[in-house]
């Protein structure tokens, strides 16, 4: 049953100068695979993305482009990222980018009343820049340079030289917070998952906080801070206000309230932002912290972490268009532990897809339905009383639905994904076992036929409802050739492990391979 409470989940903000590659689409399809669950829970659930549009990198690019920073984005966005979430088959709510007047406003409002109660002051600035990732650099990111840059102090993640850049800036008194944080993380020890991350945030804090730059005069493509147009606001902080304006902080109490506060779901490279930068802002504007900070491992290509820079980063299309949006969301969302580096190859891409998604669950689809056509005429035939085998199937069905949703909200779709494939295994087996083909020989076997077919049928019911927010297009496709009732994301999902869903005299529809044979030559 729906906990009637708000399932409030974002994406990171992205960086659109850097076109999708297979890590954002991971990142947005856990999110979105998580949102779809909750959402047919019956949770009151908002799912959000977007792009983060201001910056001194972004200014740069677009200079060097001979457009203005607006044009730029503009076609970023339309052309690649608008484009990502209908090749992933994502169902987000809003879509919210910087440059938009309702989130520039609203910042203002927020960062104006952070200056109003005195936790913003005006100081100088001296620090090495790294323009790619928008940041000052701490001590532990900065090494120094080789080959071309030998003698020149460098980004650890990006390779290249900083800047040393000396401003009048403005700053936020961070460092009133550093107790305040600590204690959220030890009366909250699951504010920041996996422990893994949870610890070195805890470690960085507990090492000393530093008052953040939240302002620059160096350039004007970004947001004016209120008080002194001459300075535009951090991108960062900017960029993480994101969350609080898109459900009306500022402007749309009502909203916000239903909302707020918000599950994220991050890259680990960002983590410390967003675990203590943003709960420390929030604390100062006396709003709630987020429910929770989800940093997820990093998505390595030849043991590498994904860079274009580098000729690492696949684009999610040259996947999409040989598997299809379902075959990518399910490879991603269980090949890889949610919350810890993972290696993609075709390799194993293409072996997962034949072995699980093929020959396990598509094959069990298949032969379910044209057994159901062939030996009762389409109609899915009503039960004898059950064996032994056949409660074996019913327990492991609703086994599967409790594990499921309870890994669902711990923020690990691996493992939801692997409870439920427990039900294909067990399907394929109790056929296997039973070999319906050998009863149909026999009127005298005509009602354990019934009842081995209708066990079939009704397990892929459940099947359908249970991975509908990971494979939404298959499992649909599914849904209709079963000729289940009603539609199949309004199927209540907390309820798919109760057994008997599917009525007796249900006419079965005929059924394509959910995942043909592919050739792929990558």
């Known amino acids: 049953m729906s906990t009637g409470q708000s399932f409030y989940i974002t994406t990171p903000i992205y960086y659109p100068s850097d076109l999708p590659h297979i890590g954002h689409g991971y990142t947005t399809v856990a999110v979105d695979a998580l949102a779809r669950w909750h959402r047919q829970a019956g949770d009151d659930t908002w799912m959000l993305t977007g792009t983060d ?14 457009v203005t920073p607006q044009e730029w984005v503009d076609k970023l966005v339309e052309e690649s990222w608008f484009p990502l979430l209908k090749t992933l088959d994502v169902a987000n709510d809003d879509f919210i980018r910087t440059t938009q007047p309702r989130h ?6 927020f960062v104006q009343a952070l200056y109003d109660s005195g936790y913003i002051y005006a100081g100088e600035y001296e620090a090495l820049y790294c323009v790619g990732c928008e940041e000052f650099k701490p001590e532990a990111e900065i090494v120094d340079g080789t080959g071309p840059f030998e003698g020149l102090k460098v980004c650890a993640i990006h390779s290249k030289p900083l800047e040393l850049l000396q401003e009048k800036n403005y700053f936020f008194k961070l460092s009133e917070f550093q107790d305040r944080l600590l204690e959220l993380y030890r009366s909250q020890p699951d504010f920041v998952r996996p422990d893994s991350a949870r610890n070195e945030v805890v470690s960085f804090v507990r090492s000393g906080l530093k008052d953040l730059s939240i302002s620059r005069s160096a350039f004007d493509w970004g947001i004016r801070v209120p008080w002194d147009e001459s300075h535009v606001i951090y991108v960062w902080v900017d960029a993480l206000l994101n969350y609080a304006t898109a459900v009306g902080y500022g402007d749309d109490p009502t909203e916000f309230e239903r909302r707020w506060p918000a599950y994220h779901v991050v890259g680990k490279d960002i983590l410390r932002f967003h675990a203590v930068i943003w709960p420390a802002m929030l604390m100062a504007a006396g709003l709630e912290v987020p429910k929770g900070i989800f940093a997820h491992g990093w998505l390595l290509v030849g043991g590498e972490k994904m860079s274009k820079s580098k000729l690492t980063g696949i684009a999610p299309t040259e996947i999409t268009d040989v598997f299809g949006s379902d075959a990518y969301r399910f490879y991603f969302l269980s090949a890889i532990a949610f919350g810890q580096d993972g290696s993609f190859s075709w390799e194993d891409l293409s072996a997962r897809y034949q072995a699980e998604l093929a020959n396990g669950f598509g094959n069990l689809a298949s032969r379910t339905i044209a057994m159901i056509g062939r030996y009762f005429d389409g109609v899915v035939p009503t039960p ?5 085998l056949d409660l074996r199937v019913q327990r492991t069905l609703a086994d599967a639905a409790t594990a499921a949703d309870a890994a669902m909200t711990a923020f690990r779709p691996d493992e939801a994904i692997s409870a439920i494939w427990t039900i294909v295994d067990e399907l394929n087996g109790y056929i296997t076992e039973n070999e319906p083909w050998a009863l149909a020989k026999d009127d005298a076997n005509r009602e354990r036929l019934s009842t081995v077919l209708y066990t079939a049928a009704e397990g892929l019911r459940a099947l359908a409802v249970l991975l509908s927010p990971v494979m939404p297009q298959s499992t649909a496709t599914l849904w209709g050739a079963l000729g289940a009732p009603g539609e199949l994301t309004a199927q209540p999902l907390r309820e798919a492990g109760t057994w008997g869903q599917l009525p007796a005299g249900t006419r079965v529809g005929t059924l394509a391979p959910l995942f043909p044979r592919v050739e792929q030559s990558a």
Not at 104 to 109: D, G, L, Q
Not at 384 to 388: I, K, L, V, Y
Request: aromatic share 0%; glycine share 12%.
């Open 104 to 109: 520039e406003e609203r910042v203002k409002k």
């Open 53 to 66: 549009e201001h910056g001194q990198k972004m200014l740069r690019a677009a200079t060097a482009n001979g």
């Open 384 to 388: 004898g009383e059950p064996t032994e």
